[in-house]
Every structure is written in structure tokens, then in C-alpha cells.
């Protein structure tokens, strides 16, 4: 079964770090640029990581440089998202996607979605 699987979300206090995860199986997942998306109560998706393994490069929105960082374990076939500094308005759900063409536009980061994950809730607050 083709499928993504995120773990690790949650709630946070502002500052604070979590790290998301997200399983991949059914599939060749070294074929595709890997990417982190999240939505926001009220608002559209938004992507802020991208990883294309291979040209060793990652992306980011500009809102979360420095903060977060995306990368993989190959073998276990597993994404992940550390995310560090968290603010208030970044909760939300967070999506794990696999697809192609990542680039930054806009200050946020787009790419053409082949497989999307289910989410996992992300809560930040005192």
C-alpha cells in the first residue's frame, strides 16, 4: 500500500522544539523530492521545507529558516521535519509529501504533490 505516515506532533510551549516524522512505504521513495506542508486553522496549506536528495539541496520558506530542518534516514525510508523556536502561529497540521519540481516562491515553498500524508497536529501555546 502507497502510503505516508507522519508521528511526533503535538503540543509545545512557544520556544520550544519537536520533531516530526513520516514513514514512507509502498513505494520508491529516493525517486521524489520530499517536502513538509502545514495548515493552519483558517488558512490555505503552505509548504516550509524541501528536501531534493538527489542534488543534496534543501529549501525553505523564508518564515522558518534557521528554525527548521528537514532531512532523511534513506535506509529507514523515513522523513523528518526538526522543528526548533516554535512560535503561536505556527500551529497547525503538519502534512509529509513526496511529488516533484520543489522550488521557493513567494517566500513559501511549492511543489507538485504526487503523495500526501495524513497530517499530524501540531499545538503551540503556554
Known amino acids: 500500500q502507497v502510503q505516508l505516515v507522519e508521528s511526533g506532533g503535538g503540543l509545545v510551549e512557544p520556544g520550544g522544539s519537536l520533531i516530526l516524522s513520516c514513514a514512507a512505504s509502498?513505494?520508491?521513495?529516493?525517486?521524489?523530492?520530499l517536502a513538509w506542508f502545514r495548515q493552519a486553522p483558517g488558512k490555505e496549506r503552505e509548504g516550509v521545507a524541501c528536501?531534493?536528495?538527489?542534488?543534496?539541496?534543501?529549501l525553505y520558506a523564508e518564515a522558518v529558516k534557521g528554525r527548521l530542518t528537514i532531512a532523511r534516514d534513506s535506509v529507514k525510508k523515513t522523513t523528518f521535519l526538526q522543528m526548533n523556536d516554535l512560535k503561536l502561529e505556527e500551529t497547525a497540521v503538519y502534512f509529509c509529501?513526496?511529488?516533484?519540481?520543489?522550488?521557493?516562491?513567494?517566500?513559501?515553498?511549492?511543489?507538485?504533490?504526487?503523495?500526501w500524508g495524513k497530517g499530524t497536529p501540531v499545538t503551540v501555546a503556554s
Open positions: 509502498g513505494f520508491d521513495v529516493d525517486m521524489y523530492d
Open positions: 528536501l531534493k536528495p538527489r542534488y543534496g539541496v534543501e
Open positions: 509529501a513526496v511529488g516533484s519540481a520543489c522550488v521557493v516562491h513567494e517566500n513559501v515553498v511549492n511543489a507538485s504533490v504526487d503523495i
